[in-house]
């Protein structure tokens, strides 16, 4: 158990919707990182926030936005949806106190998003 | 810039031989590298990281991997295969950011026969 949480496991929603997703970071960790996993992009860095500040953005769109609130826990949100939007998507938790970029990370058993 | 080839989409291999998983990686700065493991319906586990200590890692399960900066490779071996090894891999470079975005390699899906 990597200790991050995510929810839900399963989301099926129609094009066009909005949905938001969930995660809990490991605690002590400050960083989250939201990943995109398709069978033909493969693993996509979305974006990254720590202690609440967005740090690092990736290959999201437009029509995607994430927080991280005070207790770092953080949401994905995702509007307009498309059928390309069905994926796996990850959260990731890393660095306590001494956070470095050489602190790996710990992944949440993802969401997995269908768009019909 | 930073990226990371991990040579073979799928390797296949019998219970009890070696293992051998390829990454070439490519980085502007000093790299950090990592290999993760993906099990089915599950998220990326941590096998092993190199941070510019040791130049062969060991990780978790019995597996290992060597830092060759001349080859600019990190490539993952085991000695010894066993079914519950079966599952994607994933190689991945980290460096020259303060907050660490990491690179995945595309995975190489590991098949193991009893």
């Known amino acids: 158990d990597s200790g991050v949480t995510q929810t839900p496991k399963h989301l099926i929603t129609a094009t066009g919707q909005r949905v938001t997703l969930r995660c809990s970071p490991r605690?002590?960790?400050?960083?989250v990182y939201w990943y995109q996993q398709s069978l033909d992009q493969g693993l996509q860095f979305l974006i990254q926030?720590?202690?609440?500040?967005?740090?690092a953005k990736g290959n999201i769109l437009e029509r995607f936005s994430a927080q991280q609130f005070p207790d770092l826990h953080s949401e994905l949100n995702l509007s307009s949806l498309e059928l390309g939007d069905s994926a796996l998507y990850f959260c990731?938790?890393?660095?306590?106190?001494?956070?470095?970029?050489?602190?790996?990370?710990?992944f949440g058993n993802g969401t997995r998003l269908t768009v019909t | 810039a930073q990226s990371v080839t991990q040579l073979d989409s799928h390797v296949s291999v019998s219970e009890g031989t070696p293992v051998l998983l390829r990454c070439n990686y490519s980085?502007?700065?000093?790299?950090?590298l990592f290999w993760y493991v993906q099990h089915p319906n599950k998220g990326l586990q941590l096998l092993l990281k190199?941070?510019?200590?040791?130049?062969l890692v060991k990780g978790i399960n019995g597996f290992e991997a060597e830092f060759k900066k001349s080859e600019t490779s990190f490539h993952l071996t085991k000695p010894s295969a066993h079914m519950s090894d079966a599952a994607e891999y994933f190689c991945?470079?980290?460096?020259?950011?303060?907050?660490?975005?990491?690179?995945f390699g595309q995975g190489t899906i590991l098949t193991v026969h009893p």
């Open positions: 605690s002590g960790d400050l960083s």
């Open positions: 926030y720590y202690n609440g500040e967005e740090r």
């Open positions: 190199y941070t510019s200590a040791a130049t």
């Open positions: 980085s502007s700065y000093s790299p950090s």
């Open positions: 990731a938790s890393s660095g306590s106190r001494g956070s470095s970029y050489n602190s790996p990370l710990h």
């Open positions: 991945v470079v980290s460096g020259g950011t303060s907050y660490g975005k990491l690179t």
